[in-house]
T-cell receptor
Framework: NAGVMQNPRHLVRRRGQEARLRCSPM?????VYWYRQLPEEGLKFMVYLQKENIIDESGMPKERFSAEFPKEGPSILRIQQVVRGDSAAYFC?????????????FGNGTRLTVT | AQKVTQAQTEISVVEKEDVTLDCVYETRDTTYYLFWYKQPPSGELVFLIR??????QNEISGRYSWNFQKSTSSFNFTITASQVVDSAVYFC????????????FGAGTRLFVKA
């Protein structure tokens, strides 16, 4: 299966813990996007990365959230000291080319629950 | 401002009815891209169609059709003879290559098709 792979599918964390969400893009794709979907809401852009570079992080909260896409390995979205409001589905998408003209190929998402 | 508005939060129809999902977008860019994605109950997001801003031709794919009108900044999606399997959340999205190369999603329209 050469699709976008996200893991884990479900993640439960207690308040104050760290959450690490992983995303392996489709083969041949070097552009990765992270989106957050709150219950009953649409997708909110968080960050756009290319290999080793953050291109646009305008949707990322300034504190506690970080993202990386190293030269080797998956993209990681890291949330430190999670709070209940971080509970959401986090979707990763990849594309073969930059930006707004390419359809996004989405993973199945990671559903984070903060207890 | 760059924005996508899907005014219909939920629509409920009976099987075999036609249904139109509305999408209105805002951007000052002259080059942009419009997309529709489907999110069935299983949660994954599936790409349906892409249009660029210079191509106002309407498109039909089976029971699906799309009406792009630049004059009203709308990109509406019609499902003809709806089926229960069409039940999903449908997202309209705007792809931009300025200000960060990102795709902005509307809040989504939840479609219920009853047998």
């Amino acid at each position: 299966n050469a699709g976008v792979m996200q893991n884990p599918r479900h993640l439960v964390r207690r308040r104050g813990q760290e959450a690490r969400l992983r995303c392996s893009p489709m083969k041949g794709h070097s552009h990765v996007y992270w989106y957050r979907q709150l219950p009953e809401e649409g997708l909110k852009f968080m960050v756009y990365l290319q290999k080793e570079n953050i291109i646009d992080e305008s949707g990322m909260p300034k504190e506690r959230f970080s993202a990386e896409f190293p030269k080797e390995g998956p993209s990681i979205l890291r949330i430190q000291q999670v709070v209940r409001g971080d509970s959401a589905a986090y979707f990763c998408a990849s594309s073969p080319a930059e930006g707004g003209n390419s359809p996004l190929h989405f993973g199945n998402g990671t559903r984070l629950t903060v207890t | 401002a760059q924005k996508v508005t899907q005014a219909q939060t939920e629509i409920s129809v009976v099987e075999k009815e036609d249904v139109t999902l509305d999408c209105v977008y805002e951007t000052r860019d002259t080059t942009y891209y419009l997309f529709w994605y489907k999110q069935p109950p299983s949660g994954e997001l599936v790409f349906l169609i892409r249009r660029n801003s210079f191509d106002e031709q309407n498109e039909i794919s089976g029971r699906y059709s799309w009406n792009f009108q630049k004059s009203t900044s709308s990109f509406n999606f019609t499902i003809t003879a709806s089926q229960v399997v069409d039940s999903a959340v449908y997202f309209c999205a705007l792809g931009l290559n300025t200000g960060g190369f990102k795709t902005i999603f509307g809040a989504g329209t939840r479609l219920f098709v009853k047998a």
